[in-house]
């Protein structure tokens, strides 16, 4: 009973989120179509190639993680399941480990190992991104009141602090066991666990993940409005926010919750010279192209990956 009663609360919350944003959306899209507004698609290649890097980058350090933990499989076959396996978080998002798991294991890598190492990347990639995400807090609180600001400082400070401790193993690892209690697999033994050293390590290796997103999101900025790229310097903590924000929710690829935070974002860097209303339609026409820059990319590298890990190496032949 409980079980249907959590599954039909986050089902309300569902609609309620894909309702309140699609309207919006909606409404945005239709003022942007009786306005003119001219793309120039060609940023569109410079947003594509930034997140392309951004995905290579988060599978490397996927990869490094499982060669920590002991994994000894061929880097390119890994990469390569894991540009194909994202695909899968658009449809749910255990589809993404299903399809990861099985592309490795043709290649040698245990399920065990591919399901722990990919836990361990969400949550640390999660980590970085908030971090990250803590460079938007700046630009926020330019726009606040002192009083305001003197508020905002000991939450942000806090939250720094906070997820700084969560890099601590024990802390880590205490959240990643409970997590594998959750989908009844055997819990992390001390032994096996990755070094402070080894966590901050990964941390820091996701950086440039948000650096390439906050890069995509000026490109598809400037595909409508030009910008300076020095105006836009916390473009990765808005990209970050928005990602991490994304993951939390139970939407598929944080579809709509990323694209509200991305409008915000943009709201925020336009209205100032263009005002409010315009910097909203520019927004909204912003959050679509990144969407759609960022599926281009992830469709062209899982093709790549699926062309890569078609096939498993054949076993050596026994001897005669």
Not at 124 to 149: E, F, K, N
Not at 166 to 187: D, Q, S, T
Request: a positive charge; hydrophobic letters at 55%; glycine letters at 8%.
């Amino acid at each position: 009973m409980k079980k249907k009663l959590i599954f039909f609360a986050k089902l309300a919350i569902l609609i309620l989120i894909v309702w309140l944003v699609g309207r919006q959306l909606y409404k945005s899209w239709g003022a942007i179509a009786a306005q003119p507004l001219t793309i120039h698609w060609a940023w569109g290649l410079l947003a594509v190639a930034a997140f392309c890097g951004s995905l290579l980058t988060a599978a490397l350090v996927w990869r490094w993680i499982a060669f920590r933990m002991g994994d000894r499989t061929p880097t390119l076959p890994l990469v390569g399941a894991y540009t194909f396996s994202q695909m899968g978080k658009y449809i749910f998002k255990v589809a993404l480990l299903l399809m990861r798991i099985d592309r490795t294991k043709r290649f040698g890598m245990a399920p065990g190992h591919c399901t722990l190492s990919t836990l361990l990347e969400n949550a640390l990639y999660m980590i970085s991104g908030a971090l990250v995400g803590m460079v938007a807090i700046l630009q926020i609180a330019r726009d606040l009141s002192p009083s305001q600001a003197m508020l905002l400082w000991p939450v942000t400070v806090a939250g720094v602090l906070c997820l700084a401790a969560a890099c601590y193993p024990p802390v880590f690892y205490r959240l990643v066991n409970v997590l594998l209690r959750g989908m009844k697999k055997p819990e992390v033994a001390r032994e096996q666990w990755l070094s402070l050293p080894t966590l901050l390590l990964c941390v820091v290796g996701f950086v440039p993940c948000w650096i390439f997103g906050g890069l995509a999101l000026w490109a598809s900025l400037c595909a409508v409005h030009p910008v300076a790229i020095a105006q836009c310097w916390w473009f990765p903590g808005a990209y970050a926010l928005s990602v991490i924000v994304g993951m939390a929710a139970i939407l598929p690829g944080g579809l709509g919750i990323r694209e509200a935070l991305l409008l915000a974002a943009i709201t925020v860097q336009l209205s100032p010279t263009l005002g409010h209303d315009r910097a909203v339609l520019l927004g909204t026409a912003v959050a679509v192209l990144q969407r759609l820059f960022q599926v281009i990319a992830e469709l062209f590298l899982g093709a790549v990956g699926a062309g890569i890990t078609a096939k498993a190496p054949r076993s050596p032949a026994p001897p005669a």
